[in-house]
């Protein structure tokens, strides 16, 4: 139950992350926005504390599912050891957060 509850979870941050689209703007637009071509492709990072054998597992056919749906959207996956709060605090900070991460709500307001 645990398990599913947090592949939902980051099914769920990940599918957050799906109107995420590239646009270009030229002075000939006249800064309207246009779609990128076809072929142009967006990285995402998601970042996450270390899990077990089966939530990695999970995890890594939920991504690669992503993937496979929405070839235009990469994923790059951190997953960060030890002190996770510490470490996201840091880079939230210094403005170099991931774009999905996990968080707990007890450490959320810190």
Do not use: C
Request: charged share 15%; hydrophobic share 45%; glycine share 6%.
């Amino acid at each position: 139950m645990k398990l599913t509850k947090r592949a939902l979870s980051v099914g769920a941050i990940v599918a957050l992350a799906l109107p995420l689209t590239v646009s270009t703007r030229s002075p000939l637009s006249a800064g309207r926005a246009t779609a990128a071509p076809a072929h142009a492709t967006v990285t995402i990072s998601l970042a996450s504390w270390s899990t077990g054998a089966v939530e990695g597992k999970a995890l890594a056919k939920l991504l690669a599912d992503f993937e496979a749906k929405n070839p235009s959207i990469k994923v790059n996956y951190q997953i960060i050891n030890g002190d996770y709060p510490t470490v996201m605090k840091a880079r939230i900070t210094a403005g170099t957060a991931p774009d999905v991460f996990y968080m707990n709500s007890d450490v959320a307001q810190e």
